[in-house]
């Protein structure tokens, strides 16, 4: 079957996910993604039958909501989709900002769709106070809701009865993960998260980043981090310290969204931390990408 996306939230692992994918064990007991957004991994990993269970976590209540909902309600949450999708039109120039304004009071999950499939380039920001800030593209209108209930179904038939979700931070929703199980994470990098290019409701610290990862390893657990990386010359930061003793990958990411946004044509080129164990394996028949 070809991979469903419902949510096209930029930053995802969406592209990466069958590079990515060549590096997780098969057999688990459990995949965890504590940072979901999307959960591309997620959704590429059940496609793989990876694991018989599935653990998507996020600390922004509002998104878990809503990959509940797609799993577990996908005809109600598309519909209500349709519904906001269709009260937008050419003369109201100002829906978008009502929507927004609306989920920033009462953090409606389906709100937030809405939200991610119209802004500009699917590229999420908040503002200082949490609240979600980016524009309405005028180039186009969003997913349209026919797909969107296709790929809603889609995630449905992958993930009804085989996930657990969880809002909280990455450390306390990870804690019950043993040997056996995978862990996947793709936490903000550094400069996206603060500042004025805010891309994420809430900032993990890099010193708290290591000594996550350092329990991890003392608990034996099995896991892939993407983190850090360039965009042409400009480097999200340094490599994580080798006393964590995890292998490095480099991964070609294609052209920058964010470059090119800034009228530039930059490559983007990622880093994937594995722990020791974790070997690329070849003879994976990758699922079809869904258009």
């Given at each position: 079957m ?10 995802s692992?969406?592209?990466l ?22 959960a ?17 976590a996020?600390s922004?209540a509002?998104?878990?909501?809503l ?6 309600d996908?005809?109600?949450?598309a519909t ?36 991610i499939?119209?802004?500009?380039k ?7 106070s ?5 524009s ?8 349209r809701?026919?797909?969107m ?7 449905h038939?992958?993930l ?24 996947y ?5 550094l ?12 900032q ?5 980043l ?26 999200y ?9 995890l ?7 294609g ?5 090119t ?7 983007t ?6 722990t020791?164990?974790l070997?690329a ?11």
């Amino acid at each position: 079957m070809s991979v469903p996306h419902p949510i096209p939230y930029q930053g995802s692992k969406r592209k990466l996910a069958p590079a990515i994918d060549q590096y997780v064990p098969e057999g688990i007991g459990t995949f965890y993604e504590p940072f979901a957004g999307s959960a591309a991994m997620t959704i590429y990993a059940a496609c793989h039958r990876r694991a018989s269970r599935f653990v998507i976590a996020d600390s922004l209540a509002p998104m878990v909501n809503l990959l509940q909902a797609i799993v577990e309600d996908p005809e109600g949450t598309a519909t209500r989709y349709g519904e906001i999708w269709r009260g937008q039109s050419a003369e109201d120039a100002q829906y978008f900002y009502r929507v927004r304004d609306r989920f920033n009071e009462h953090k409606n999950p389906v709100d937030l769709l809405y939200l991610i499939c119209r802004c500009v380039k699917n590229s999420v920001r908040f503002n200082g106070s949490g609240g979600f800030s980016q524009s309405v593209d005028k180039r186009r209108l969003g997913m349209r809701p026919e797909k969107m209930r296709q790929a809603m179904l889609g995630v449905h038939v992958l993930l009804n009865g085989r996930a657990l979700f969880r809002v909280g931070d990455w450390m306390e929703t990870t804690k019950d993960a043993g040997v056996g199980d995978f862990i996947y994470m793709d936490p903000p990098y550094l400069g996206t998260s603060v500042g004025s290019d805010r891309r994420y409701h809430q900032q993990i610290t890099r010193e708290d980043l290591i000594a996550g990862l350092e329990s991890m390893r003392k608990r034996n657990l099995a896991f892939a981090l993407s983190y850090d990386g360039m965009t042409g010359n400009r480097s999200y930061g340094p490599r994580l310290p080798e006393s964590l003793g995890l292998a490095q990958i480099m991964l070609n990411a294609g052209i920058s969204t964010q470059s090119t946004l800034a009228g530039k044509r930059e490559e983007t080129v990622e880093s994937l931390y594995l722990t020791p164990g974790l070997a690329a394996v070849t003879s994976q028949q990758p699922c079809e990408e869904a258009a």
